[in-house]
């Protein structure tokens, strides 16, 4: 079965920092663009950022370019979102996802993942 299971989600004060790691099990996603979403109460599921099989490219939204990288250890089947500057408006939900492909034209929509955890609450307070 497969599993992607996120972790490190908590409370922060407004500019601190969470490191977020999503664990996959079942099967290798080393061959896989990878991405992180988010979603806020009352909002859609947005795009944060994703990283290319090799982690050689990564893509972030706008709201988050500057703050947050994401990274990976293929050994580990494992990929990261480190979170710093925290902002009130990160608060949200965040998933992380996998993709069919090792990398791809566009990153940021849903449809393009077929594989998704169960995400875990960041909340930033001001």
């Known amino acids: 079965q497969v599993q992607l299971v996120e972790s490190g989600g908590g409370l922060v004060q407004a500019g601190g920092s969470l490191r977020l790691s999503c664990a996959a099990s079942?099967?290798?996603?080393?061959?896989?663009?990878m991405a992180w979403f988010r979603q806020a109460p009352g909002k859609d599921r947005e795009f944060v950022a994703a990283?290319?099989?090799?982690?050689?490219?990564?893509f972030y939204a706008d709201s988050v370019k500057g703050r947050f990288t994401i990274s990976r250890d293929n050994a580990k089947n494992t990929i990261y979102l480190q979170m710093n500057t925290l902002k009130f408006e990160d608060t949200a939900v965040y998933y992380c996802?996998?993709?069919?492909?090792?990398?791809?034209?566009?990153?940021?929509?849903?449809?393009?993942?077929?594989?998704w955890g169960q995400g875990t609450q960041v909340t930033v307070s001001s």
């Open positions: 996802a996998a993709s069919r492909l090792p990398q791809m034209f566009g990153y940021a929509a849903e449809g393009d993942y077929p594989y």
């Open positions: 079942g099967r290798s996603f080393s061959s896989n663009a």
């Open positions: 990283i290319t099989w090799s982690g050689s490219r990564t």
